[in-house]
């Protein structure tokens, strides 16, 4: 009987084991992604300008001001991964690599934009501005979007709701920098915003 009862015990020992062990496989899909904003807090996050950034039930919105904010560490090459919603109205973005986290623009950062009615389209939603056009400009005004944008070496893509917006565009101008999220004007929403260095 004790041999049996040695026998059972490791077995449930060995199978705990391969239990423990396949656990976090089932969470791969997050395997090495870090997330920035975790619905409840910016402790990754300074403050620039006066948008009236605030936390309303689990998503930082603003609708006032004009400002960023900008992550606390620099990344170099990475995929990012952000929700956003915008009203009609909005002038918003995400910058990228920003050199001078005091001081966010496209002299100093790559703009991924969220600009629905910017007057030259071909640098609107779906663009980074200056660098690479988009053509037919997408709408993003009104609803939940999620932006995927990977910056390896000096080659950038960008997909705005699965649909390839930039193809491997490149420019050498900023190498490695901050992470920033813009509010200019009307309303704008962030949800899930998350990185994984590459």
Same mark, same amino acid.
């Given at each position: 009987?004790? +041999?049996?009862?040695?026998?059972?015990?490791?077995?449930?020992?060995?199978?705990?084991?391969?239990?423990?062990?396949?656990?976090?496989?089932?969470?791969?899909?997050? &395997?090495?992604?870090?997330?920035? =904003?975790?619905?409840?807090?910016?402790?990754?996050?300074? %403050?620039?300008?006066?948008?009236?950034?605030?936390?309303?039930?689990?998503?930082?919105?603003?609708? !006032?001001?004009?400002? =960023?904010?900008?992550?606390?560490?620099?990344?170099?090459?990475? %995929?990012? +991964?952000?929700?956003?919603?915008?009203?009609?109205?909005?002038?918003?973005?995400?910058?990228?690599?920003?050199?001078?986290?005091?001081?966010?623009?496209?002299?100093?950062?790559?703009?991924?934009?969220?600009?629905?009615? +910017?007057?030259?389209?071909?640098?609107?939603? *779906?663009?980074?501005?200056?660098?690479? $056009?988009?053509?037919?400009?997408?709408? &993003?005004?009104?609803?939940?979007?999620?932006?995927?944008?990977?910056?390896?070496?000096? !080659?950038?893509?960008?997909?705005?709701?699965?649909?390839?917006?930039?193809? *491997?565009?490149?420019?050498? $101008?900023?190498?490695? *920098?901050?992470?920033?999220?813009?509010? *200019? &004007?009307?309303?704008?929403?962030?949800? !899930?915003? %998350?990185?994984?260095?590459?």
């Amino acid at each position: 009987m004790k +041999r049996y009862s040695a026998i059972v015990a490791a077995l449930l020992l060995l199978g705990l084991t391969a239990f423990w062990h396949s656990h976090p496989a089932s969470g791969q899909a997050d &395997a090495g992604w870090v997330t920035l =904003f975790d619905d409840s807090n910016l402790n990754d996050w300074n %403050q620039i300008g006066d948008a009236n950034w605030k936390i309303v039930d689990g998503v930082v919105q603003a609708d !006032k001001g004009n400002g =960023f904010l900008v992550s606390k560490n620099s990344y170099t090459d990475f %995929q990012l +991964r952000a929700e956003f919603w915008v009203d009609t109205a909005a002038n918003s973005g995400i910058f990228i690599r920003c050199t001078n986290p005091e001081k966010v623009g496209t002299d100093s950062a790559y703009e991924v934009n969220i600009f629905d009615t +910017r007057p030259d389209p071909s640098y609107g939603t *779906g663009a980074i501005v200056n660098i690479a $056009k988009v053509s037919p400009m997408p709408k &993003a005004g009104e609803k939940w979007n999620t932006y995927e944008v990977t910056a390896k070496g000096p !080659k950038m893509t960008v997909t705005l709701n699965g649909v390839r917006t930039v193809d *491997g565009v490149e420019d050498t $101008k900023f190498p490695s *920098g901050r992470i920033a999220l813009q509010y *200019g &004007a009307g309303v704008v929403k962030f949800r !899930k915003v %998350q990185v994984k260095p590459i």
